[in-house]
C-alpha cells in the first residue's frame, strides 16, 4: 500500500503511566533503603542495561520510592561524572567535592539517596574520585544507586571494573537484577501505554520479534502509529491488513518497514560471514537442516560453527533438537527479502537438487520448487505432487497448499489435476478446512466430467470417496452416503477408498445393514486390502459393543488397530479413537493414554482433542476438559464436525459439575440441532444420560426417569447408556428408586447383569453391576466392595456417597458421616461442585457443618492463568527440551504439547521459547 495514500492512525500516543516488569528491581531498591535506614551504613547498588534498557527511569522511579520514605535526595542530575566530564574535562576531584558540598547541607541522621547515571562515559580519574568519597561517607546512611551500560557481553567497561574492585571488601555492593526485555503481561502492557489501546496478538508477535530493549519497543511502537501501520478500534491496536498480506507457501508475511529498518540495523553489528550465513538460511526456510547450509556454502561444520554461534547468541537463530531457526518470522523475512529475486531463485533450484540427493528430501524439495516451478516442467512438479503426497499426515496444511499449487500450474485437461486434487482434498480434511476440502473436490469433479475434458474414472472415484470422508466429518451424512454410492458405482473394482468411505458413512448414518456388509468383508479377508479390512472390524466391534460384549469388542478394535498400523493409512472410523473411548469407560486409563498418543501420530490435532477432553473430564481436570472441547466445536458460526457430539457432550458435563445447568442444556441444544442427524446409538445414548442429569438437576428424579423410560427401554439405547459412564448405572437406580420406578430400577439391574455375564474378565463391568444390584438389594456391605471395585474416581464417589445413605439409615452415622466426607472430597477434586454441595447439605443433615472454600477465579492472563497441565508443560519446556522430548517426559503426544504451549503463548502475551524462557527463569528466580 502506498504510505502517502494511507491515512494515519488517529489513535494518541500516551506517556507510560508507570514502570512496566520492573516490580522486582523496585522492591531490591526498596529494601536496601530500608537496610540503609536501619544499619546507618552505606551500601551501594549497580544498575546495568544495555542501551535503552530503562535505567535511567528506573533511577527517577527509585527517587519517588526514597521520597516517600523520607530520605534525602541529592540532585545528581547537573552532578554526573558523564556531564561534568562534557563540560570540563580536567574537573575529577570536583565530582567529589561537589557531592561532598551537597552532602553537608542534609544533616547527618537523614538517610539519603545519591543516583549517578552513565558511569561507563566516566575516565578512570573521575570514577577513582567517586569511590574515594563513598568510601569516606560509608559511616552514613546513603544508598549510592550508580548505573551504567553495559557492553554487549554484558559486562562493564573496564574502569567501572576497576572502579567496583576498589569498592568491594570496604563497602557493601550489591548488583540490581539486570534489567532484561519486557516480556508476557508488561510488554503488551507497554505497547497499550504507547498506542492505547490493548494490542492483538499479530501487533504482539511483531514486537517481540525486536524486544531488544523497552526503548526499542517504544520508538517501533511510535513509528508504526507515524507509518499507519497500527489500527486502532473497538479498544484494540491492531497490525493494518497490508502489512499481513502476500505470504505464500513456507514464507513468513511480510513486515512494516519499520520493522526491516530495525533488524537491519541490528545485522550491522554481525560479521560478514555471519549475514553470508543467515541470508543464505533464509532462502533453505525456517527451521532448516544445518547439512544444508553446510552443503549449500560448500564449507565444512566446523567453518559453519563460528557464525551459527554468532547468530544464536545476538538472538537471530534458535537450536532446536535436529534443526536450526530464526527466533522470529519478521527476521527470517527480512534477510530472505534481502536476497535479489533472480539470486533466490537459482538458490532455490540448487537447493532442490540437493536435497533430492536424499532420501528424505522429498518433502523439502519440493517447498522450495514451489516458489520457483513453471508450467509445462513436468519434473518439477512431479516433485512438488509427491512432496504433497508424502506431507498429507506430517503436515496437511503445507502439504494442501503445495497440491493446490501444483494444480495452478497445470492444465485443467490434465489428468494429473484429479490425483492432485485427492491429495489437496485429504490434506485439507485432516487439516479441519472441511469447507475448502468440499470445493476443491466438487469444482475439480465438475471440470473432470465436461464432456470436453476426457477423465480418468478411477481417479474421479477415489477422489468422491475423498470427498465423502470431508462431508462425513462436516456431520452431513446423507451428501457423505450419496457420494460413496457414486464413487462406488462408478469403478469396475471398487477402489478401497471408495469401499472404506461408502462403509463408513453408511454405519454413521444408521445404516443397519453397514454391520453385515462389514461382517461379509471379514469373511473373504482376502478379497479386501488391510484399510477396508480395518473399517470392517470396526463396525463389527461397535456392533458387539452395543449388544454388550465389551471384551469381545475391546479385541477386535485392538486388532483393527495392530492391523491398520501395519498398513500405514488412517481410518475416517479410525479404530485408535474407538478403542481409547473403550478403554477410557472400562477404567483403563493408562492403557487409553498410550492409545491416544498413538492416535495423535497420525491424526489432526482437532480429533486428538476430542480424545483428550474425554480424558480430562474422568480425571477432574474440568478446565483442559473444556480447553480441548472448545478446540473440536470452534467459533459458533462453523460448521459442525463429526467429532462435536463428543466435543459437546463433554462441554456439557463440564457445565453440569460445575453446577451451570443452563449452559448443560445449551450445549444438549447443540448436539441435538447440529449433530441428531448422526444416527448412531453411541451418539444418541450419550445425549440420553446427560439429558437425564440435566433434566434430574432441573425438575427432579421423576423427570429423569420418565426420559429414561421414554426412549432408552424402547429403542435398545440402555446398552449404550449403562456403559457410557460406570456411575451411569448406580444413578438411574438411585432415582428409579427414589420415585418408587421399580421397573425402571430393575431394568437397569437386568441389563448391567446381562452386560457382566458376558464380560466376567472386565473389572469394571463387574462393579457397574454389583452397584446396581446392591443399591436395589440395600446391601450395605455390597455397595462398600462396589466402591472398591470400581476403577472410575466419579463412581467410586457415588459408592461412597450410596454407602453413606445406608449406613445412616442403619443408624451408624458417625462412619456415614467418614463416608459422606469421603465422597465430598473426591467430587470437590474432580470438579463436582454441584455434588460436592449436595453431600455438604446432607453432612448439615447429620449435624456436621463443612465450610465450603470457594476457588477463586484464575485471571485471564499471566502466569496464575495457567492450568496445571499448562503450568507443567511451560516449566518442562523453559527448561529446554522440544516439544518431542516434552512429551515423553509429560507422558502426552506432541500435539498436546503444541496445543498448550499456544495457549500458554496466549496467556503469558509471549511468541517464543526464548520469552518463555527468560519469563520461567525470572519467576523461579524471584520466587527463591
Not at 519478521?330 to 531463485?345: K, N
Not at 466435543?647 to 445447568?661: F, I, N, Q, S, Y
Request: net charge neutral; with cysteine.
Amino acid at each position: 500500500m502506498n504510505k502517502a495514500a494511507r491515512k494515519p492512525s488517529a489513535a494518541p500516543v500516551v506517556e507510560a503511566k508507570a514502570v512496566h516488569g520492573r516490580e522486582e528491581h523496585i522492591a531490591q531498591i526498596t529494601a536496601n533503603l530500608g537496610r540503609v535506614s536501619c544499619d546507618r551504613r552505606s551500601r551501594v547498588l549497580l544498575v546495568k542495561a544495555a542501551p535503552g534498557g530503562g535505567k535511567t527511569r528506573l533511577l527517577t522511579e527509585a527517587t519517588k520510592v526514597a521520597r516517600g520514605k523520607g530520605f534525602a535526595l541529592v540532585d545528581a542530575t547537573g552532578s554526573t561524572p558523564a556531564q561534568l566530564i562534557a563540560r570540563r574535562p580536567a574537573s575529577a576531584p570536583d565530582v567529589a567535592e561537589t557531592a561532598w558540598n551537597r552532602l553537608r547541607d542534609v544533616p547527618e541522621h537523614l538517610p539519603v539517596l545519591i543516583t549517578l547515571d552513565d558511569l561507563h562515559l566516566s575516565s578512570a580519574s573521575v570514577l577513582t574520585a567517586l569511590c574515594d568519597l563513598i568510601v569516606a561517607v560509608r559511616g552514613r546512611s546513603i544508598l549510592w544507586l550508580l548505573s551504567f551500560t553495559s557492553e554487549p557481553g554484558g559486562a562493564p567497561s573496564e574502569p567501572v571494573r576497576t572502579c567496583l574492585s576498589k569498592l568491594r571488601g570496604r563497602i557493601a555492593v550489591e548488583p540490581v537484577r539486570r534489567l532484561g526485555p519486557l516480556s508476557g503481561d508488561e510488554l503488551a502492557q507497554l505497547v497499550t501505554d504507547h498506542t492505547g489501546a490493548t494490542p492483538d496478538p499479530a501487533l504482539l508477535a511483531l514486537v517481540e520479534s525486536v524486544n531488544i530493549t523497552p526503548c526499542v519497543v517504544i520508538e517501533l511502537v511510535r513509528g508504526l502509529l507515524e507509518d499507519g501501520d497500527i489500527r486502532v478500534a473497538d479498544g484494540r491496536s491492531q497490525l493494518v491488513s497490508a502489512t499481513l498480506a502476500g505470504n505464500g507457501i513456507g514464507l513468513p508475511s511480510p513486515v512494516p518497514r519499520r520493522v526491516s529498518l530495525l533488524i537491519e540495523n541490528s545485522l550491522r553489528w554481525l560479521s560478514e560471514p555471519t549475514v553470508r550465513t543467515l541470508r543464505l538460511a533464509a532462502v533453505l526456510g525456517s527451521p532448516f537442516a544445518p547439512e544444508d547450509l553446510s552443503a549449500m556454502l560448500d564449507e565444512s561444520p566446523v567453518s559453519l560453527l563460528s557464525a551459527v554461534d554468532e547468530a544464536v547468541d545476538r538472538g537471530f537463530l534458535v537450536c532446536g533438537e535436529d534443526n536450526l531457526a530464526f527466533r522470529a518470522e519478521p527476521i527470517w523475512r527480512v534477510l530472505l527479502d534481502s536476497v535479489p529475486t533472480p539470486v533466490r531463485a537459482l538458490l532455490r533450484r540448487q537447493a532442490a537438487e540437493l536435497m533430492l540427493s536424499r532420501p528424505d528430501g522429498v518433502e523439502r524439495a519440493a517447498l522450495q520448487l514451489a516458489h520457483v516451478a513453471r508450467p509445462g516442467n513436468s519434473e518439477e512438479l512431479d516433485v512438488i505432487a509427491e512432496g504433497a503426497r508424502r506431507m498429507v499426515v506430517g503436515d496437511p496444511s503445507t502439504a494442501a497448499s503445495l497440491a493446490t499449487r501444483c494444480m495452478q500450474l497445470l492444465e485443467p485437461e490434465q489428468a494429473a489435476r484429479v490425483r492432485l486434487a485427492s491429495t489437496a482434498v485429504q490434506a485439507l480434511t485432516r487439516a479441519g478446512e472441511l469447507d475448502e476440502a468440499v470445493a476443491v473436490a466438487k469444482s475439480t469433479i465438475e471440470e473432470a466430467t465436461d464432456p470436453a475434458v476426457p477423465g480418468d474414472a478411477e481417479d474421479i472415484a477415489v477422489l468422491r470417496a475423498s470427498m465423502s470422508t470431508a462431508l462425513l466429518l462436516q456431520g452431513d451424512t446423507k451428501s457423505a452416503v450419496r457420494t460413496a454410492d457414486e464413487a462406488l458405482v462408478q469403478q469396475d473394482a471398487p477402489s478401497r477408498e471408495a469401499v472404506a468411505a461408502h462403509l463408513a458413512a453408511s454405519h454413521l448414518s444408521g445404516d443397519s445393514s453397514a454391520v453385515e456388509r462389514a461382517r461379509e468383508i471379514l469373511r473373504a479377508p482376502d478379497r479386501h486390502d488391510n484399510a477396508v479390512r480395518v473399517g470392517a472390524m470396526t463396525v463389527v466391534a461397535l456392533d458387539q459393543w452395543g449388544s454388550g460384549h465389551v471384551g469381545d469388542a475391546v479385541s477386535t478394535l485392538r486388532g483393527a488397530v495392530a492391523l491398520n498400523h501395519a498398513a500405514g493409512d488412517a481410518q475416517i472410523l479410525d479404530p485408535r479413537w474407538y478403542l481409547a473411548l473403550s478403554l477410557v469407560r472400562i477404567g483403563e486409563y493408562e492403557n487409553a493414554e498410550v492409545v491416544v498418543q498413538g492416535f495423535a501420530r497420525a491424526t489432526t490435532p482437532t480429533a486428538e482433542a476430542a480424545l483428550r477432553a474425554r480424558l480430562y473430564l474422568v480425571t477432574g481436570q474440568l478446565d483442559e476438559a473444556e480447553a480441548a472441547a472448545k478446540a473440536v466445536v470452534g467459533p459458533d458460526d462453523r460448521q459442525p464436525s463429526l467429532l462435536a457430539p463428543q466435543a459437546w457432550l463433554t462441554l456439557g458435563h463440564v457445565a453440569l459439575r460445575r453446577g451451570a445447568l443452563a449452559e448443560a442444556e445449551n450445549c444438549l441444544r447443540a448436539v441435538e440441532k447440529d449433530c441428531w442427524q448422526l444416527g448412531t446409538r453411541p451418539w444418541r445414548a450419550a445425549c440420553l444420560w446427560l439429558r437425564a442429569q440435566v433434566v434430574a438437576a432441573q425438575e427432579g428424579p421423576a423427570a429423569a426417569v420418565e426420559v429414561l423410560a421414554g426412549t432408552g427401554l424402547r429403542d435398545g439405547a440402555l446398552h449404550w447408556v449403562v456403559m457410557e459412564e460406570p456411575a451411569a448405572a448406580s444413578w438411574l437406580v438411585r432415582c428409579a428408586l427414589a420415585v418408587h420406578r421399580k421397573d425402571v430400577a430393575r431394568a437397569v439391574v437386568d441389563t448391567t447383569e446381562y452386560i457382566a455375564a458376558r464380560n466376567p474378565l472386565i473389572p469394571a463391568v463387574r462393579a457397574v453391576a454389583a452397584h446396581a444390584r446392591a443399591l436395589v438389594d440395600r446391601d450395605v456391605d455390597a455397595v462398600a466392595e462396589a466402591g472398591r471395585s470400581h476403577r472410575n474416581p466419579w463412581a467410586q464417589a457415588a459408592a461412597a456417597e450410596d454407602h453413606a445413605d445406608l449406613l445412616a439409615v442403619r443408624g451408624d452415622h458417625e462412619t456415614a458421616i467418614a463416608e459422606l466426607d469421603r465422597a465430598m472430597n473426591a467430587y470437590s477434586g474432580l470438579g463436582g461442585e454441584r455434588d460436592a454441595t449436595r453431600v455438604r447439605a446432607r453432612l448439615r443433615e447429620l449435624g456436621v457443618l463443612r465450610r465450603h472454600w470457594k476457588h477463586a477465579k484464575r485471571p485471564v492472563s499471566g502466569w496464575e492463568s495457567l492450568t496445571q497441565t499448562e503450568r507443567k508443560v511451560a516449566e518442562v519446556v523453559a527448561s529446554g527440551l522440544t516439544n518431542q522430548q516434552t512429551a515423553r517426559h509429560l507422558f502426552i503426544s506432541p500435539n498436546t504439547v503444541g496445543t498448550h504451549l499456544r495457549q500458554v503463548y496466549r496467556k503469558l502475551g509471549i511468541r517464543s521459547r526464548a520469552a518463555l524462557i527468560r519469563l520461567e527463569t525470572s519467576r523461579v528466580v524471584n520466587s527463591s
